[in-house]
């Protein structure tokens, strides 16, 4: 298969419009801030986000503006200024309805309002899916104050990106050992999040829920497919997997995404690249090269590649006229 016979759809891009002030350089641990002044710049940058599409490397980008990377020292981020992120977000996609979809920013703790901010951002602003943290402070997304903003994009059949988050006390147990064991901190919480969801049955009181996690919650996945014969659920934990993750492919790691798709099956893996955070590059080449090697044959490697985020996102009809 060739490169250019293989269009993608990036699910994991992230974008802070320069009305926004990252405060990464002040609350990541010291030795990535050097590394995050940089990458601020890329964050904002709305040409460079299009980059890529215009150089036929992208056929689309899934945008979110995490609110970690704006949020104040303790991690709030306030009500009106989410708000904010998903109006002036709204407004980029506006600009670009050919090359860009967008995910709104949810504080999925706020309870009834983070619902209601779900519906505005879902039926009125054109957002199609919603993005949240794995955790606050000691919560995971699980909690009971949680419950209003997954039950809302359930209803309303759109997924839920739950992303990963430095988590306390671990990233500053792990932050001496660098970058690596930053992600390993992040990947805990994620994984976290994915069997938490799946352990306290959220999944069986939302049975249209669907929810996205990156390839860092692998351990979370893998041992819920080790395991699954013990889970409480009906059928087990993997089968109720596979009817509500999908996780996407970030690092392009070859074993990863051929675990991944024995345990979930090839419709459930998303090509998701974590721009401009972790790959920072053309994708197409590198995502080709990786399925390849996971053994994928041309129709998994086209699902994973964008068939699958065009589903979730209730796009593929329209995909189809966009995609080259």
């Given at each position: 298969?060739?490169n250019?016979s293989l269009p993608v759809i990036?699910?994991?891009?992230h974008?802070?419009p320069a009305r926004f002030e990252?405060t ?6 010291p030795?990535q ?8 710049r890329k964050l904002a ?10 150089e036929g490397d992208l056929?689309?980008r899934v945008v979110n503006t995490?609110a ?6 303790t991690g ?5 200024l ?8 709204a ?5 670009h309805p050919?090359r ?6 949810i504080d999925?703790y706020?309870g ?14 054109g ?5 949240v943290?794995?955790?606050?402070g000691k919560?995971?997304i699980d ?6 903003a997954l039950?809302?994009a ?5 997924p ?11 990233t500053?147990q792990l932050?001496p050992?660098?970058?690596l ?5 992040r990947?805990?919480v ?5 069997v938490?969801?799946l352990?306290?049955?959220?999944f069986?009181e939302?049975?249209?829920l669907r929810?996205?996690v990156?390839m860092?919650a692998f ?5 819920a497919g080790?395991?699954s014969?013990h889970?409480r ?9 596979r009817r509500h ?10 074993a990863l ?6 345990l ?10 974590d721009?401009p955070i972790?790959n920072?590059g053309?994708i197409?080449?590198i995502l080709?090269?990786?399925l ?7 129709a998994?490697s ?11 996102l209730?796009?593929?009809a329209?995909t ?5």
């Amino acid at each position: 298969m060739s490169n250019q016979s293989l269009p993608v759809i990036d699910f994991h891009i992230h974008h802070v419009p320069a009305r926004f002030e990252p405060t990464t350089t002040c609350n990541f641990p010291p030795g990535q801030r050097e590394r995050w002044a940089g990458v601020n710049r890329k964050l904002a940058d709305e040409a460079l986000l299009l980059r890529d599409i215009d150089e036929g490397d992208l056929a689309l980008r899934v945008v979110n503006t995490p609110a970690a990377l704006i949020a104040d020292a303790t991690g709030n981020v306030d009500r009106e200024l989410i708000v904010e992120i998903n109006d002036v977000l709204a407004e980029v996609i506006g600009r670009h309805p050919r090359r860009l979809v967008g995910l709104a920013t949810i504080d999925a703790y706020d309870g009834d309002r983070a619902a209601r901010e779900v519906e505005r951002a879902v039926r009125h602003l054109g957002f199609r899916g919603i993005f949240v943290d794995s955790a606050r402070g000691k919560t995971l997304i699980d909690a009971p104050q949680a419950r209003p903003a997954l039950r809302a994009a359930a209803e309303l059949g759109v997924p839920v990106f739950v992303h990963p988050v430095n988590p306390e006390p671990l990233t500053t147990q792990l932050a001496p050992y660098g970058r690596l064991c930053t992600l390993l901190a992040r990947g805990t919480v994620n994984s976290a999040a994915l069997v938490a969801l799946l352990e306290t049955g959220v999944f069986t009181e939302l049975p249209k829920l669907r929810v996205v996690v990156t390839m860092l919650a692998f351990g979370g996945l893998a041992l819920a497919g080790g395991f699954s014969d013990h889970s409480r659920l009906p059928g087990g934990g993997l089968e109720t997997l596979r009817r509500h993750v999908f996780i996407d492919t970030m690092g392009f790691a070859p074993a990863l995404i051929r675990a991944s798709v024995d345990l979930l099956g090839a419709e459930n893996v998303i090509a998701g690249s974590d721009w401009p955070i972790v790959n920072d590059g053309p994708i197409q080449p590198i995502l080709t090269r990786a399925l390849a090697s996971a053994g994928l044959s041309e129709a998994e490697s086209r699902a994973v590649a964008a068939g699958n985020s065009a589903r979730l996102l209730g796009i593929a009809a329209w995909t189809q006229a966009v995609v080259r």
